[in-house]
């Protein structure tokens, strides 16, 4: 197992003789072990290494908005790439002592603690568990749609609206659901048209039809073939019957698929939506396995960047006060 340090961050005062020696007599094991080593994991492991508790972060490396060059409506991080902030929090986390593996958790199970298998073959253990591991995107399969996205094909007009404002848009419907989306982004451009693509013109509402009229969008049925590039740009769509259409940005809804396989072998109860089955959870992200949290898109499709750096403060906070409790508590035993 690599185990990711960064000594030369460590703050002396988060270092005292007592706490590194109880660290000492329990090597191999964790108070908190965080899976996921995105914006919620770090978040969370930042207030867990402060709290004093020995952490271990499960990095797999693979962040959900790693095909985008920057982040937006993250204040003071407005713009920044998502690599550039995801390397300043592993920083940060180090300086508390956390440690970070660069591995993949593949099977964990509950016992007395919980034990987190990892694809390397090391298993480590815990006495609780946050799981980040968020949600993949499956993107429709047109061609240059996965080439594009992150740069002028893409999915949320938060995360890119403002860069892109009065381009002209296109937006590929995949479900009637597409119709929000192709309103939505108007509030970013008043040239959007919504391709049909899957979706049979009957599929929409009367409502949606007047809606759409409404706020001037127009409504293009047949089914996308490709999209068109030129000097590595986006230029148009071309339908199956071979008509094409200018377009210089494209909206998407990717299909989202949460991973939510630790959780089921935990046996966490899951709630169906929309957009797939996410862990039910109370507000701190606590799930119905004892012991268990969750944040960001690990626990809901529409958690932002900052949201997810949220919700693992909270998950964080919440087990450092579970832990402290259940201590007092087995003391008060004795």
């Not at 968020?134 to 999915?155: I, N, Q, S």
């Not at 192709?182 to 013109?201: K, N, Q």
């Not at 339908?239 to 046996?267: I, N, S």
């Amino acid at each position: 197992m690599e185990v990711v340090t960064m000594t030369q961050h460590t703050d002396p005062k988060n270092t005292d003789p007592k706490n590194a020696e109880d660290r000492q007599e329990r090597s191999g094991e964790y108070d908190v072990i965080v899976v996921g080593g995105g914006a919620a994991g770090l978040s969370a492991a930042l207030v867990l290494g402060r709290a004093r508790l020995r952490t271990l972060v499960v990095d797999a490396g693979e962040p959900r908005n790693a095909p985008s060059d920057h982040m937006q409506g993250y204040l003071t991080r407005d713009g920044m790439s998502p690599a550039e902030f995801l390397a300043l929090g592993r920083e940060e986390i180090a300086r508390y002592g956390v440690e970070l593996v660069r591995d993949r958790a593949v099977d964990v199970s509950r016992g007395e603690d919980f034990a987190v298998e990892l694809a390397g073959g090391d298993t480590v253990r815990a006495r609780r568990l946050i799981v980040t591991t968020g949600l993949r995107d499956e993107l429709p399969a047109v061609p240059g749609v996965a080439e594009r996205f992150g740069r002028d094909v893409l999915h949320c007009p938060f995360c890119h609206g403002w860069e892109v404002r009065d381009e002209r848009f296109g937006v590929l419907a995949t479900s009637p659901l597409s119709v929000h989306q192709a309103l939505m982004v108007t509030g970013w451009s008043d040239d959007v048209t919504l391709f049909l693509h899957t979706v049979a013109e009957r599929e929409l509402s009367d409502d949606d039809l007047r809606r759409l009229a409404a706020a001037g969008v127009k409504v293009v049925p047949g089914e996308v073939a490709a999209l068109r590039v030129e000097d590595d740009r986006l230029t148009g769509v071309r339908l199956a019957d071979g008509t094409a259409h200018e377009r210089t940005v494209m909206f998407v809804a990717p299909a989202a698929v949460p991973q939510t396989g630790l959780m089921e072998r935990l046996g966490a109860e899951l709630r169906e939506t929309p957009f797939g089955a996410y862990p039910v959870v109370d507000p701190t992200g606590r799930t119905t396995v004892p012991g268990v949290w969750t944040a960001g898109n690990a626990m809901g499709f529409a958690e932002q960047v900052v949201h997810a750096a949220s919700g693992g403060y909270r998950a964080a906070a919440a087990i450092v006060g579970d832990l402290i409790m259940s201590d007092l508590d087995a003391a008060l035993a004795e």
